[in-house]
């Protein structure tokens, strides 16, 4: 299909109710800094504009990329072209504490969830991207010792200063979701998930169900497993592979095509997050727009995954 065919049909859309509009597909730039082509303005530059000119708008990001360096990478190439702020919504996310040169105080990998920390964490990626606004800050991961109200009231500072204009959480359960959401002004926009054929538990567990019900998209992290449908050995990843190449040959599509494809076949009309460093590999990605998979092909793939066809 003609590329601006395939634009027209990347109109942006709510994240829910009260949220965000964000593109039908957003591009995860947690790989920036492991980009064999390099990382300098001008290669982030060339996947921003892959972007763009596919009509994906929204960049999402988290502190801890790259070593809490991949913010700082976007935000050069936001400096080099202040133009670029306005044809983009920025995504950002906090709370997960590394133990990294960058981060000399954090002796183990932990959870803060502390409202200090959120402000000046947000605060910090608004220096690094080089942006006056955050457009939809995240809780990264919830964690044991994480207080709603203390959090809530952090989240409804910042977005009442200004600082962002949106928040919402990741990889929370339904029982999570539902307690923060009931401790903020403004309810959460999102929930960013890991879906792929061989994560299937937030398909069974009620979080896409809640998510239904309550008309939230999800944001889908992690489509290709991390790239192990591609190439991992082990004979659950064959078995899949073996499936999505069949399937892939009668639709005339590629492998990564029919994944995401897969993903938008689910009611919840999940938001996915791509995670390729090529250029022509985001503009091929939004041809999965275009074409819909028929049921049995969608259970094949489901039933490859699992090992077993469903009950």
Known sequence: MHLK???????????????????????GCWRLLDDPEGSDIKRVREKIDACLESGITTFDHADIYGGYGCEEVFGNALKDSPNLRDKMEI????????????????????????????????ERSLKNLNVDTIDLLLIHRP??????????????????????????VSNFTTSQFKMLNACTNKKLATNQIEMNPVHQDPF?????????????????WSPTAGGAIFNDSSPQFVRLRETLQEIAGRYGMEMD???????????????????????????KSIEARSRQLEYQDWYAIWSAASGEEVP
Request: proline share 8%.
């Open 143 to 168: 964690g044991p010792l994480m207080d709603p109200e203390e959090l809530g009231a952090a989240l409804d500072h910042l977005r009442k200063a200004g600082k962002i204009k949106y928040y919402g």
């Open 91 to 122: 995504v950002t996310k906090c709370g997960i504490m590394l133990v990294d040169p960058a981060r000399p105080d954090n002796r183990i990998k932990h959870y803060n969830h502390s409202g200090n920390h959120v402000i000046k964490s947000a």
């Open 257 to 283: 095509q029919v994944l995401y494809s897969w993903l938008l076949m689910h009611p919840s009309q999940p938001a996915v997050v791509l995670g390729t460093n090529r250029p022509e590999r985001i503009k």
């Open 5 to 27: 065919r395939l634009q027209a049909k990347m109109k942006k859309k709510a994240l829910s109710k009260d949220g965000p509009k964000v593109s039908p597909f957003i591009y």
């Open 204 to 220: 069974l567990d009620g979080t896409l169900d809640y998510m239904v019900q309550k008309q939230i998209r999800p944001m889908a």
